[in-house]
T-cell receptor
Framework: SQQGEEDPQALSIQEGENATMNCSYKTSINNLQWYRQNSGRGLVHLILIRSNEREKHSGRLRVTLDTSKKSSSLLITASRAADTASYFCAGRIQGAQKLVFGQGTRLTINP | NAGVTQTPKFRVLKTGQSMTLLCAQDMNHEYMYWYRQDPGMGLRLIHYSVGEGTTAKGEVPDGYNVSRLKKQNFLLGLESAAPSQTSVYFC????????????FGPGTRLTVL
């Protein structure tokens, strides 16, 4: 079964606006990662946040992690057309040797 | 560096046929993974390897076999393809288990008729 659930499943905004995607998970994790997938391509790692961190920034990306609520959010500020892609969260379950991916949020940036 | 490469990019099989998907990485990563991606299902782990000569089952291993004879290569085999195995297959690798940032190949689109 999928560990991560993402919300919303699809998001469409205007260029320049901010985009927020959420991820919830079921069991304790060591870290949580976000990946981007452009249509027809492989996934690309964006950012990793550890279980003892609450917030992390990378360029226009801001990730938060709330371990008490078992949730994370990815904020993309000042969106661009090139940000159009699917975004996946992935959790490293404690004691497991694998990542478990959510179903993804499809983000469309309208010019 | 080429990163992670996959061969072939596309393939059409008939039910019952066999094939092998090849994954190669030039980053000297210890860990390698095979996933399948289906609409609305995200990525599901098929098999993985924690080093040369090792393999382990993931979430959906049935109908697949793997081998890691060389550190840089991870092969995924379908012995008798079924329509349910129609999917996009991704290979990934990572340097360590913590953190385990994974690097993905471009994918293989497989159709089983």
């Amino acid at each position: 079964s999928q560990q991560g659930e993402e919300d919303p499943q699809a998001l469409s905004i205007q260029e320049g606006e901010n985009a927020t995607m959420n991820c919830s998970y079921k069991t304790s994790i060591n870290n949580l990662q976000w990946y981007r997938q452009n249509s027809g391509r492989g996934l690309v790692h964006l950012i990793l946040i550890r279980s003892n961190e609450r917030e992390k920034h990378s360029g226009r990306l801001r990730v938060t992690l709330d371990t008490s609520k078992k949730s994370s959010s990815l904020l993309i500020t000042a969106s661009r057309a090139a940000d159009t892609a699917s975004y996946f969260c992935a959790g490293r379950i404690q004691g497991a040797q694998k990542l478990v991916f959510g179903q993804g949020t499809r983000l469309t940036i309208n010019p | 560096n080429a990163g992670v490469t996959q061969t072939p990019k596309f393939r059409v099989l008939k039910t019952g046929q066999s094939m092998t998907l090849l994954c190669a990485q030039d980053m000297n990563h210890e860990y390698m993974y095979w996933y399948r991606q289906d609409p609305g299902m995200g990525l599901r782990l098929i098999h993985y390897s924690v080093g040369e000569g090792t393999t382990a089952k993931g979430e959906v291993p049935d109908g697949y076999n793997v081998s890691r004879l060389k550190k840089q290569n991870f092969l995924l085999g379908l012995e008798s393809a079924a329509p349910s195995q129609t999917s996009v297959y991704f290979c990934a690798s990572s340097y360590s288990i913590e953190p385990d940032t994974q690097y993905f190949g471009p994918g293989t689109r497989l159709t089983v008729l």
